[in-house]
């Protein structure tokens, strides 16, 4: 038995608004005319020039405000690395100007990636704006081809997870090519792909194999073009055999440029510690079809905060009428989301049940876990997790729920369930006080509490 | 499981930051945000006893900031519920606004949950009306507060600021419907 590989493309994105959950960029003449008194609203945000591998660069936020207060840009960097921050303050000549830029030094250039900015803007006169954009990193040498876990929407680098169905172990990852360059580069759709156990050239290799991508491939200038590849490893397979006895294997993917130049990546493919999540809406027509398709996005992003350590998770969807969850659709004590807890905890399928209501009102808290670990059984006042859905209106009155907090918010009061305990760690996602951007766990303890919970297994 | 699975430890870059020193409406912010911000029970709880009367102001403005999908959503919930146990006619007239006219059904329910709070009578026609609303979500926050408001005050202080068509209303929530159909 062989490994065989599926291969197909995903849509270009424009390298200075790359994310999926970037900020919509506001009209000034619309902006202004919805300024209250002391208010600020970011307009925009983008780089000065492309962002290019290894070198300083800018970004320029442009802002607008009823009164030209003094005030701080703060610029919360996320990528492959731990987030870093860097701030500028702003005065009346930024003001007159409508914008500023904040710099990036040498020390804090970036890889080829991609990079989120979370951009906040406080004022002396206590106002706050926000804003987040995505941007992809181009390559300075000047071209690349990079590997990561499929359907990953977060900046990092982390493993790749090879799944177990039934007989055969899958693994799917992300291909992108990226172009530093002014100008196109064609490629054959042809690629190579080989399965070392140890690094790649210099341990065993374990498999190897051609595939294709469907179409053909030009990587426009100043740009990058995105496909994937999922592997299909039987039992009896030289692969199914390695993950099978939990052995990190590393995949190179060769491609071939038109002018016959190749370009490879690679990733670690690896089976991971897993658990499962019951994700239940309670009060499910309170939930729109927008918010529906962002709650799953969030839990998707969540699973990519676990997976960056290692531990991935497994989803079965739920709902609670609006009839049936009666006054559970508002939780105003910690009472009552013990109450939920204990009427409907379930079913019996050993996953973390997650309770997301529409509201949690007049507590000052927006989650909970029912104990720190939680217990492995569905029975009782601690088993589950509560978080409020978060949601907002967007800018042409669509409900939608803010994907990038939620996913923190249920990562955090899982995290509890799974033994974790709050922590002074910058940037750490079990903060207290924890905000979309601290999403970091770490190897000793809190990866090594996680895998201990009775709830956790091989996948 | 292999040996390194865990272990990897991501790249770091040094961070940048200005000084706030005479920055006091900038510290004022960033105070209030780290205060609004708790995930869990104990946390919101200890927050919540720090936040006094001279932060009332700041918490207004954060109430009535618009959400987008880049800003903290905890920050104006929590605003509001603050305003809920500081109490103060312009906290109150806010909290009423928001009540009323927000155009969020979430922002609503949380103002109608902080006003049952505050344990005013003031509040009872603002809670009585929303009763009916045809959203669920703050149908439901304003059952549960005239409860809250009744079982605090008693249902003769409550029928006595109500018109007669809201006194039915009383009559249904003060028997408490807050548990779940476990019929699932």
Known sequence: ?459 | MSQTAGQEEPAVRPSTFVSRDDLPGVRAREEINMLLTAHDPEVAKANLAQLTERHSPLLREIAREPATSAVNPSLRRNAITALGHLVSVDNLNLLTDLARRDDDELVRASALTSLANTGLQLAVPVLADATGSPHPVEAVAAQKSLAVLTARLGPAAVEAVLRPEQQRLVAQTSRGQTAADDDR
């Open chain 1, 1 to 459: 038995m062989e490994t065989s590989s599926n291969a197909g493309e995903l849509p270009v994105r424009p390298v200075t608004r790359y994310g999926p959950l970037d900020s919509e960029p506001l009209d000034f003449g619309h902006a202004q005319r919805q300024l209250a008194a002391g208010r600020v609203v970011i307009l925009d945000v983008q780089p000065t020039a492309v962002v290019m591998s290894d070198q300083p660069f800018q970004l320029r936020v442009k802002f607008a405000a009823q009164t030209p207060d003094d005030g701080v840009i703060s610029v919360v960097t996320s990528w492959a690395g731990l987030p870093f921050v860097v701030e500028r303050r702003i005065d009346a000549g930024d003001h007159e100007r409508g914008y500023a830029d904040v710099e990036f030094g040498e020390d804090q250039s970036l890889p080829t990636g991609r990079a989120t900015f979370t951009v906040n803007l406080i004022t002396e006169s206590g106002a706050q704006a926000a804003f987040t954009l995505t941007c992809a990193v181009l390559p300075s040498n000047p071209f690349t081809l990079g590997l990561s876990p499929r359907d990953n929407f977060v900046t990092g680098t982390f493993s790749a997870r090879a799944v177990r169905v039934n007989s055969a172990y899958n693994t799917s990852i992300s291909v992108t090519l990226s172009n530093g360059d002014a100008a196109a580069v064609g490629m054959q759709q042809a690629f190579r792909w080989e399965f070392w156990d140890g690094p790649v050239g210099s341990g065993t290799l374990v498999e190897q194999g051609t595939g294709g991508f469907p179409n053909p491939i030009t990587v426009a200038a100043h740009s990058t073009w995105s496909g994937w590849v999922t592997f299909t490893s039987p039992s009896g397979s030289g692969i199914y055999n390695k993950l099978n006895s939990k052995e990190d294997l590393a995949v190179q993917i060769t491609m071939t440029r038109q002018n016959g130049q190749t370009v490879a990546g690679q990733i670690t493919v690896r089976t991971m510690f897993s658990f499962g999540l019951n994700i239940t809406r309670v009060g499910a027509e309170s939930f729109t079809p927008e918010e529906y398709t962002d709650l799953y996005r969030a839990v998707d992003l969540t699973r990519a905060i676990y997976e960056r350590r290692d531990i991935t998770l497994s989803v079965d969807r739920r709902n609670i009428t609006n009839a049936q969850a009666g006054g559970f659709t508002v939780i105003t004590s910690e009472s009552e989301a013990r109450d939920l807890f204990e009427q409907w905890s379930g079913p019996n399928n050993d996953f973390i049940d997650v309770f997301i209501v529409p509201s949690i009102s007049g507590t000052g808290f927006d989650g909970l876990a029912g104990n720190i670990p939680g217990p492995t059984s569905h029975n009782g006042r601690d088993s589950g997790v509560v978080a409020d859905k978060s949601g907002f209106i967007d800018s042409g009155g669509i409900r939608h729920l803010n994907v990038a907090y939620l996913a923190m918010l249920i990562g955090h009061e899982v995290g509890h369930y799974l033994g974790l305990v709050h922590v002074t760690e910058p940037g750490n996602l079990m903060l207290s006080s924890s905000t979309a951007t601290d999403t970091n766990l770490n190897y000793n303890p809190q990866y090594r509490t996680i895998i201990r919970h009775g709830w956790v297994r091989i996948a």
